[in-house]
């Protein structure tokens, strides 16, 4: 996916100001910027939620926004997974799992057992959200998301409602799914030790614009200036 030079203005202020990136099949892009800075707004824009003022962004060479297209969210194959991952609670887990799939029903249920599987979540089907932990409910938001087989997923600090304990495991476990289908990945974090960790290419971002982009060892050991340095000074 390349997103091209998106502006957003609110209030006569540039929260999002000319921001251009790739994420490739199989990659993980890391929006990384302090809270403020306009990471949840770009991902938007890029979801179709909301529109750009200025910018474009395509999907192997489609347009899915610019000045005169815009496709809607639930034509763009993008998946989304948000901090509060906000399953159905009054649906079961496999119902939860098949809600966006389209199709005979009988297909969607067992895409939708394939999903559980692919999480280690195989025989929780007829489970209900709040009777799982809060890690087993993340995995059943990462079966959803892929289910549809998405091209691209967004991830809006997804793990951050997550205690220590599970995070790691659950973020290994999410990449290694995700790269296995080959799902292009944007991420987006406030946290640099989270990017460090994830990212193939991290964007830092700061008051609306990409200040500096690269491999992550790159971006931690040669950082843009002393504001970038500061930011990652607090990893371990
Ligand atoms: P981040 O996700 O990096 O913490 P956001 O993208 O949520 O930052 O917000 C960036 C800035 O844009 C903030 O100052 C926020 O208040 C402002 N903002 C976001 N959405 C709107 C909106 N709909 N109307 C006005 N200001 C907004
Ligand atoms: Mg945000």
């Known amino acids: 996916m390349v997103v091209e030079g998106l502006t957003r203005r609110f209030g006569g202020r540039n929260v999002v100001h000319d921001v251009s ?104 089907g007829s489970a209900y959200p709040h009777e799982l932990s809060g890690g087993e409910q993340q995995r059943v938001a990462l079966a959803r998301a892929i289910a549809p087989r998405p091209r691209v997923m967004l991830m809006d600090e997804p793990f951050s409602g997550l205690d220590n304990r599970l995070r790691d495991g659950i973020r290994d476990e999410t990449l290694d799914i995700l790269k296995a289908e080959n799902t292009a ?23 609306g614009e990409i200040v500096q982009r690269g491999a992550p060892y790159n971006v931690y050991n040669a950082p843009v200036d002393r504001r970038a340095a500061a930011f990652f000074s607090d990893i371990n």
């Open 21 to 124: 990136l790739n994420v490739a099949p199989g990659q993980v892009t890391c929006l990384l910027g302090p809270s403020g800075c306009g990471k949840s707004t770009t991902l938007r824009l890029v979801a179709g939620v909301d529109r750009q003022d200025r910018g474009r962004i395509l999907l192997d060479g489609t347009v899915l926004s610019d000045d005169s297209i815009h496709l809607p969210p639930e034509a763009r194959h993008i998946g989304l997974m948000f901090q509060d991952f906000a399953l159905f609670p009054h649906l079961s887990v496999i119902d939860n799992v098949a809600f966006g799939l389209s199709g005979a029903k009988a297909a969607k249920r067992k895409r939708a057992e394939e999903m559980l599987e692919k999480v280690h979540l195989a025989g929780f």
């Open 185 to 207: 990945v944007l991420l987006v974090t406030h946290e640099p030790d989270e990017a460090m960790r994830m990212a193939d290419e991290i964007a830092l971002m700061r008051e």
